[in-house]
C-alpha cells in the first residue's frame, strides 16, 4: 500500500566522486607499487590481503599509508577516509601482498583508538602505523555459527588481570601476528547474550594460549583454533570498561563492510581473463565481460557512495550491509562465469592453463566470503530490519 511504501526508510547510495587530491594519491601508490612489487617473494601471486609480506607492510608504512587517518601524535597521517579508500582500492586492484597489515590497520587500530586506553594506543598504534605490528580476531568459537552472543569464552577475573578459558576458530593470521583482540564473557552466564562481554587485547606469545593450524580447500594454513588455558592476562589489557564487547564488538565489524575488499578481492581472475580473451574476442564473450566489468562499476559505485557518507558523519550500516552481500554473490560468481569463458574463448593453450589454476584458486576461496566480515543472513537481516520488513 501506499501507506506502507512511505513507511519503509529509503536506501541512500548518492553519486559520488572521490576528491581531487584522493585522486592525485592513486598516483604515488600506483607509481610505488610499479615499483616494489616485482621484487617481493609470496607463496601466491593473487590472495593480496590474504597473503603476508612482512616487507611490504614496512615499505608501505615507511610512506605513511598504513594509519593514514589516524592522528600524527600515534604515527597517523590525519588524511581522509577518502584517501584511505584509494590506498586500499590499488592495493587490490594490483594484487599487492597487504595480508600482514591488513586487519591491524583496517580494524583493530581504529577499535583501539576508539575505545583503548592511552597507554595501548602509544603502545601499538605507532607500531601498526611503521608496518611491524599484526593483528588477529578472536571472535568466533566452535559450534557457535555467526551467533558471536553465544560466546562461551570466559575470562575470570583474578588479582593483577584475568584467567582466559576457551576456544576460537577461523582466527586469520594468529600463528604469525603478534596480538589478538579476543571478545570473552567477563561476567553473566551463556544465556546473558550480550551482557558480561568485554574484549581483551591478547600477546599470542602468552602461555597458556596454543594455535593450531586449520587448513583451507586451498591447501592454505590462513586460518586457526586458538585455545586459551588458563591463559594470564594483565588487566591493563582489558580494551575500554568491562561490560562494553558487544558495543565493540559491533562497532569493530562496521570496519569490515562495504570497502573495496568486499568486491575486488578476486578482481585478478577478470584482469587475467581480458587478458587470455585477446584483443578480439567473440561478440557473445565481449558482452558477458561487459555484464561482468558493469556489476563491478556498479558495486564501486555504491561503495564510494557509502565512503562519502562516512566521510560526511554519517552511520549507513544498511548500505554497507547490502554492498557487502551483493560483493559476495558477484565475487562467487566470476570464477565459474570466467572459467566457462576462457575454456571457449582463450588465444592459446598455454594461457588457458595457466588461467585455469587461477581460477581455481578462486573457486576454492569463494565460500569463505560468505562468512567473512557478517554471513550473508546475518547481513540481509540487518538490511531487513532496517528497512522495517522484520
Avoid at 583508538?113 to 601499538?124: D, N, P
Avoid at 593450531?212 to 570498561?241: K, M
Avoid at 557473445?284 to 561487459?290: E, K, L, Q, Y
Wanted: proline share 6%; with cysteine; aromatic share 8%.
Amino acid at each position: 500500500t501506499a501507506e506502507m511504501t512511505m513507511s519503509i526508510p529509503k536506501l541512500e547510495f548518492p553519486p559520488f566522486h572521490l576528491p581531487d587530491e584522493a585522486e592525485a594519491l592513486r598516483g604515488e601508490v600506483r607509481a610505488f607499487l610499479k615499483g616494489i612489487l616485482p621484487g617481493l617473494k609470496t607463496e601466491d601471486r593473487f590472495a593480496s590481503w590474504n597473503t603476508p609480506s612482512p616487507e611490504f607492510s614496512r615499505a608501505l608504512g615507511a610512506k605513511g599509508w598504513l594509519g593514514i587517518t589516524w592522528p600524527k601524535k600515534y604515527g597517523g597521517g590525519e588524511r581522509t577516509f577518502l584517501d584511505r579508500y584509494v590506498v586500499t582500492e590499488e592495493l587490490l586492484g594490483n594484487s599487492a601482498p597487504a595480508g600482514s597489515h591488513w586487519v591491524a590497520d583496517r580494524q583493530s587500530g581504529p577499535l583501539l583508538l576508539k575505545f583503548g586506553s592511552e597507554a595501548q594506543r602509544q603502545a601499538i598504534l605507532p607500531r601498526i602505523t611503521r608496518g611491524e605490528c599484526y593483528f588477529s580476531i578472536g571472535m568466533s568459537e566452535p559450534d557457535s555459527g555467526s551467533d558471536l552472543a553465544s560466546v562461551r569464552t570466559r575470562a575470570e577475573p583474578v588479582p593483577g588481570g584475568f584467567r582466559v578459558n576457551g576456544t576460537k576458530v577461523w582466527t586469520s593470521g594468529a600463528h604469525r601476528n603478534h596480538y589478538c583482540i579476543t571478545l570473552v564473557r567477563t561476567s553473566g552466564q551463556h544465556g546473558d547474550r550480550h551482557k558480561g562481554l568485554s574484549q581483551l587485547l591478547v600477546d599470542l606469545k602468552t602461555p597458556g594460549v596454543t594455535i593450531r593450524p586449520i587448513i583451507n580447500l586451498a591447501g592454505r594454513h590462513d586460518w586457526n583454533e586458538v585455545t586459551f588455558s588458563d591463559a594470564f592476562v594483565p588487566e591493563d589489557c582489558l580494551i575500554g570498561n568491562e561490560g562494553d564487547g558487544w558495543l565493540q564488538v559491533t562497532s569493530e565489524l562496521a570496519f569490515e563492510r562495504s570497502g573495496p575488499e568486499r568486491f575486488m578481492q578476486n578482481v585478478y581472475v577478470l584482469r587475467e581473463l581480458i587478458r587470455v580473451l585477446g584483443r578480439q574476442p567473440a561478440k557473445r564473450t565481449s558482452a558477458i565481460v561487459g555484464r561482468l566489468i558493469a556489476r563491478l562499476w556498479t558495486l564501486r559505485q555504491m561503495s564510494t557512495a557509502v565512503a562519502g557518507m562516512m566521510q560526511g558523519g554519517k552511520s549507513p550500516a544498511i548500505e554497507a550491509s547490502l554492498v557487502k552481500d551483493l560483493g559476495t554473490i558477484y565475487e562467487q560468481d566470476l570464477p565459474e562465469i570466467a572459467r566457462t569463458l576462457a575454456e571457449s574463448d582463450a588465444t592459446t593453450e598455454d594461457d588457458l592453463a595457466d588461467f585455469l589454476d587461477i581460477a581455481q584458486y578462486a573457486t576454492m576461496m569463494a565460500p569463505s566470503y560468505t562468512i567473512q566480515g557478517g554471513t550473508t543472513q546475518v547481513l540481509r537481516g540487518i538490511v531487513a530490519r532496517g528497512l522495517g520488513l522484520r
